[in-house]
Nanobody, 124 residues
């Protein structure tokens, strides 16, 4: 079993930055695919970014939604931490952001493990 806990959300002005963190506990997830999703009020949850990990560089891939490409960066810190660096934030980025994990496979999912979410609010 894997538990995921997000942190780092908050209120920021448009053009600002935030870094979200996702801490994993439980079984090892060193080779898991890790992703970030978001859900805005009244909208369906949508994919934001994901990355795969492995011993070889060829196993390490990232993928971003077009809406965040060039502004957001997904990365891994320690063996059990994943980050989402969000720059040049826009009001339309306002949402609850969720961390997700799955065994090696497609970056777009489906994902097996989910965090509880962290609120990001971008004011205009």
């Amino acid at each position: 079993q894997v538990q995921l806990v997000e942190s780092g959300g908050g209120l920021v002005q448009a053009g600002g930055s935030l870094r979200l963190s996702c801490a994993a506990s439980g079984r090892t997830f060193s080779r898991f695919v890790m992703g970030w999703f978001r859900q805005a009020p009244g909208k369906e949850r949508e994919f934001v970014a994901a990355m795969s990990w492995g011993d070889r560089w060829s196993d390490r891939n990232t993928y971003y939604a077009d809406s965040v490409k060039g502004r957001f960066t997904i990365s891994r810190g320690s063996a059990k931490t994943v980050y989402l660096q969000m720059n040049s934030l826009k009001p339309e980025d306002t949402a609850v952001y969720y961390c997700a994990g799955r065994a090696p496979g497609p970056l777009l999912g489906p994902y097996e493990y989910w965090g509880q979410g962290t609120q990001v609010t971008v004011s205009s």
